[in-house]
């Protein structure tokens, strides 16, 4: 574990702060204490979803530290690119929805830790970008990747290769962020949000998650839910869910 991220476990919910001022940069201690991070909340049946956001009103994050990169050269970039990619891609495979709460500035590896989670909440003052041709680099943490899935290669293109800086409406626009709030409101919508997931199966939110990701590749769509869908019958949420649904009372999950 490490101090450059605060972990606090709410109800079924844990938030993950971004603590390295002043920038909340990354770097090695805290891109392999997320993904450490991670793979713990994956083995705790207590915890349904996950919120990130940055410390402090100004950054979500700037992404990594260039003096790592100036200091340590193609050696420490080995270490970091491999670092970043294994950190998100950690987070994109949270078992439970994961929501970014963008409090501020998202530049580079801090938009491709917001890229990697299922939701992003944007506050007024937040601005996102991708910024690193601006100094010879290349967005190492999925941003090449996961930006057209989301907002279409045209999008993504210009703001990788103009390096443009994307504010919220835009942001909201293009499909890059799903929710706009105002400035010191994001952090409170996505527990809001978070806390609703406790409503749902955690074993059918797996599932789905799974079949969302896949589709990215799939060439037979109508076929690749059958199985996922008869295997959660073998599991207990899914006879807890029909039965409080005809009882009318809450499913208590037991994420099994």
């Known amino acids: 574990m490490t101090d450059k991220l605060i972990l606090e476990k709410i109800d079924n919910t844990a938030k993950i702060i971004i603590n390295n001022p002043s920038a909340n940069t990354w770097d090695l201690e ?62 994109s495979k949270f078992r439970g ?15 491709e830790c917001a890229l990697a989670c299922d939701i992003r909440i944007a506050e007024d003052k937040a601005v996102l970008a991708l910024p690193e041709p601006k ?11 996961v930006l057209p899935r989301l907002v279409g290669e045209g999008w993504a293109k210009r703001i990788i290769l103009t390096g443009e800086q ?33 409503n749902q199966s955690p074993s059918s939110i797996a599932k789905c998650k799974e079949l969302i990701h896949a589709a990215r590749l799939s060439q037979e769509p109508y076929q690749e839910e059958i199985k996922p869908f008869v295997d959660l019958f073998d599991t ?21």
């Not at 929805?97 to 938009?111: D, E, K, P, R, T």
Request: hydrophobic letters at 45%; aromatic letters at 6%; charged letters at 25%.
């Open 30 to 91: 805290s891109l392999s204490g997320l993904e450490t991070i991670i793979e713990a909340l994956n083995q705790d049946d207590e915890i349904f979803s996950l919120v990130i956001t940055g410390q402090g009103d100004k950054f979500f994050s700037a992404g990594a530290d260039l003096k790592v990169f100036h200091e340590g050269g193609k050696n420490a970039a080995k270490e970091m690119s491999n670092a970043f990619s294994k950190a998100f891609k950690a987070l």
């Open 97 to 111: 929805v994961s929501i970014a709460a963008i409090n501020g500035f998202a530049m580079g590896g801090g938009l």
């Open 135 to 145: 100094v010879g680099l290349l967005p190492c943490g999925g941003g090449t990747q």
């Open 166 to 198: 994307i504010k919220p409406d835009q942001a909201l626009k293009i499909g890059l962020i799903e929710e706009k709030v105002e400035d010191g409101k994001a952090l409170e919508m996505a527990m809001l949000m978070a806390s609703s997931v406790a």
């Open 236 to 256: 207990k949420d899914q006879k807890e869910g029909v039965e409080a649904f005809l009882e009318k009372r809450k499913p208590d999950w037991q994420n099994a």
